[in-house]
Nanobody, 123 residues
Framework: QVQLVESGGGSVQAGGSLRLSCAVS????????VGWFRQAPGKEREGVAT???????RYVDSVKGRFTISRNNAHNTTYLQMNSLKPEDTAMYYC?????????????????WGQGTQVTVSS
């Protein structure tokens, strides 16, 4: 059974930083793609960033230059470092995984999801 567990959310002021973590159960992590997504109240879930097993990364335009996705294979963990946070970054952030090389920020492509961690950015 695949499990994803997010941590690291919280409340910060605009311009601040947070680092989210996502622990993924073993075999899935090593061969697959992991992504971060977010959903603000009243809005659809959207992609933020993905990283494949070769550490190739993709970002949506709204977070480029501010967010960095990375992975630690020894700990089966993926991180999302978020800098220069803005109030519009406020959302529930979800980690998701898929067991192959296809690795784009498309919500419908991911089959395994965590429970989410809340990020709130105040102005």
């Amino acid at each position: 059974q695949v499990q994803l567990v997010e941590s690291g959310g919280g409340s910060v002021q605009a311009g601040g930083s947070l680092r989210l973590s996502c622990a993924v159960s073993g075999a899935m992590y090593l061969r697959g793609c992991v992504g971060w997504f977010r959903q603000a109240p009243g809005k659809e879930r959207e992609g933020v960033a993905t990283i494949d097993r070769g550490a190739y990364t993709r970002y949506v335009d709204s977070v480029k230059g501010r967010f960095t996705i990375s992975r630690n294979n020894a700990h089966n963990t993926t991180y999302l470092q978020m800098n220069s946070l803005k109030p519009e970054d406020t959302a529930m952030y979800y980690c998701a995984a898929r067991p192959d090389l296809y690795c784009y920020t498309v919500v419908a492509d991911f089959e395994y999801w965590g429970q989410g961690t809340q990020v709130t950015v105040s102005s």
